[in-house]
């Protein structure tokens, strides 16, 4: 059990990568509070985890653009859980749209969910690290990296994340908190959705190009195998000196310096 006693918040829990997060966490023994919108599917996460163990797990309705609601959630959660060891921010939006025909409520939606809800949560957790430190990770994406199309408003949200992460990392090391990016390429619920929307041609593209530039599988991750793993060490003791990084899990697809 790497992360017994470890107190973790989960944003985004109730789906997707933050589903499979709050189970590897509370499976490597940690106590986790997960936070998401979807409340049927979060408290029926949460529920499977604890009777998995050995650790456990709590959920809270929370809507992570609301600073209101996350500053509540999150007060809620270090009490449920006696302290706060690690804030995951995994909670995010997106959908495709051309540039020339985004709606400046399409634009606001996505910083709103993407940007505001990392500021939000950064600082309703901070303020209960700041005593004995601990880990911030905040997903970004390999779009704010290399850009997606018909997802500029995304990409764009998602660079911000990484700019962010790199301030505050400088801002909040003095107090014993690392504060990185994650940037993954997981095959998750929103994934397969904006599978469905292609045409079988732009699927067989698609499909293509992931199989060129992605050099280990040639095909997105799968999350409990690739990315847990990975995450449950980024919590962990054994990430102490790293901070302020953009760290791409993403089969070798996008390569940064």
């Not at 797990?57 to 609301?66: G, I, N, Q, R, W």
């Not at 957790?125 to 994406?141: C, E, N, P, T, Y």
């Amino acid at each position: 059990m790497e992360l017994a006693g470890k107190r973790i918040v989960v944003t985004g829990g109730a789906r997707g990568i933050g589903e499979e997060l709050v189970a590897a966490f509370v499976h490597e023994g940690a106590a986790v509070v997960s936070l998401d919108v979807l409340a049927d599917a979060g408290r029926q996460i949460a529920a499977a985890a604890n009777k998995a163990g050995p650790g456990t797990a709590e959920f809270l309705v929370c809507d992570v653009a609301s600073r209101a609601e996350v500053n509540a959630a999150i007060d809620e959660a270090v009490r449920l859980l006696g302290g706060l060891d690690a804030l995951v921010h995994v909670a995010g939006i997106t959908h495709q749209i051309d540039t020339e025909d985004l709606t400046e409520e399409q634009w606001d939606r996505v910083f709103d969910v993407n940007v505001k809800g990392t500021l939000f949560t950064n600082q309703a957790a901070v303020r209960h690290l700041k005593a004995s430190g601990g880990r911030i990770l905040d997903f970004a994406s390999g779009a704010g990296l290399i850009g997606y199309p018909r997802q500029s408003h995304y990409a764009a949200s998602k660079g911000a994340v990484v700019a962010f992460v790199r301030s505050v990392a400088r801002e909040w090391g003095k107090y014993g908190i690392t504060v990185n990016a994650i940037c993954p390429a997981m095959w998750t619920p929103m994934y397969e959705e904006a599978r469905a929307r292609r045409s079988p041609e732009e699927l067989a593209a698609h499909d293509e190009e992931r199989k060129a530039s992605m050099c280990i599988d040639g095909r997105m991750g799968d999350t409990q195998r690739d990315l847990a793993p990975f995450m449950v060490f980024m919590v962990g003791a054994g990430s102490r000196f790293i901070s302020g990084q953009t760290l791409v899990v993403d089969g070798g697809r996008t390569f940064t310096r």
